[in-house]
């Protein structure tokens, strides 16, 4: 029987690509749109921030639930990613984590 922790990193893998490839948030554009994915790479490759990966496997500990969107923004000299979850209530949770450190700065939840 495969393991839901399986199932989970399988998809992380998955969909891992996609999610690099698709443009940052507005305020974190310096440019070309086609620029952002190479920022986001470049941070993670100075040690700027952690991999998504990392930071998916350290909310899922946490925050229960189906990631429905990632975005990585440029705010105040730091990089933060936002993640959008649905929980197993269906509520909504949004979540601003530090990129860097991988702590939570601001949720908010909605919904149920």
């Not at 948030?25 to 790479?41: K, L, T, V, Y």
């Not at 500990?61 to 440029?74: A, C, D, M, T």
């Not at 936002?82 to 919904?111: F, T």
Request: hydrophobic residues 45%.
């Amino acid at each position: 029987m495969t393991s839901r922790f399986t199932i989970h990193r399988w998809l992380l893998t998955a969909l891992l690509p996609a999610l690099l490839a698709l443009p940052l948030n507005s305020s974190a554009r310096g440019g070309s749109e086609g620029h952002d994915h190479d920022r986001a790479r470049a941070a993670l490759q100075a040690g700027e921030i952690l991999s998504l990966p990392m930071i998916m496997a350290r909310v899922a500990q946490s925050y229960p639930g189906h990631v429905l969107e990632v975005e990585l923004e440029r705010e105040d000299e730091r990089w933060i990613y936002e993640l959008k979850l649905l929980q197993p209530s269906g509520g909504l949770l949004k979540l601003e984590i530090d990129a860097k450190s991988g702590a939570v700065i601001k949720q908010k939840n909605k919904g149920l």
